[in-house]
């Protein structure tokens, strides 16, 4: 059941493959980012970037400013990790002293955490039937992220 769950959000990618091929996928980005040298200073400078960029000109306005709003640290570490993660596809900027709303960020979200909702096979597949709960958050998130994506892969074709 486990394999269902995912495969319905995943589909046959690298992260719903048999233990197989996916050991064997495992094994070779492992290779490549343990013995790329390249690959660890992309990171690295990539990383530092978004902290000189992204968290240090919030806590710094934050710091120096009364603001009358409360931040949530959690909002701020989870916008800064999902901007790090991103940032070899896209670029998203979640993490801006306007703290803007990204759709796409909060589908992913959804998305990420249907992958472990645990629930009998027969009952999401009802609710999917029935574009109830979870399962309606879930196709929104899917099409929300679908359609991000496909404008990024339209603009990278141009």
């Known amino acids: 059941m486990e394999e269902l769950r995912s495969s319905r959000v995943l589909g046959d990618g690298k992260l719903d493959s048999d233990s197989g091929s996916w050991r064997v996928q495992r094994k070779m980005i492992q290779l490549f980012m343990k013995n790329n040298y390249r690959y660890k200073v992309l990171v690295e400078k990539t990383i530092h970037?978004?902290?000189?960029?992204?968290?240090f000109p919030i806590l710094?306005?934050?710091?120096?400013?009364?603001?009358?709003?409360?931040?949530e640290i959690q909002d701020v570490i989870h916008r800064s990790m999902y901007d790090n993660v991103s940032v070899?596809?896209?670029?998203?900027?979640?993490?801006t002293i306007e703290f803007p709303e990204v759709p796409y960020a909060k589908a992913f979200d959804v998305i990420e955490e249907t992958v472990f909702y645990d629930v009998p096979e027969l009952y999401w597949k009802f609710k999917k039937w029935l574009q109830i709960g979870e399962e309606k958050k879930l196709s929104r998130s899917l099409q929300t992220f679908d359609q991000f994506m496909n404008k990024l892969i339209h603009l990278n074709k141009a």
């Open 88 to 95: 070899f596809v896209f670029d998203p900027k979640c993490l």
């Open 60 to 71: 710094d306005h934050v710091s120096r400013n009364q603001i009358s709003e409360i931040i």
């Open 49 to 55: 970037q978004k902290l000189i960029q992204g968290l």
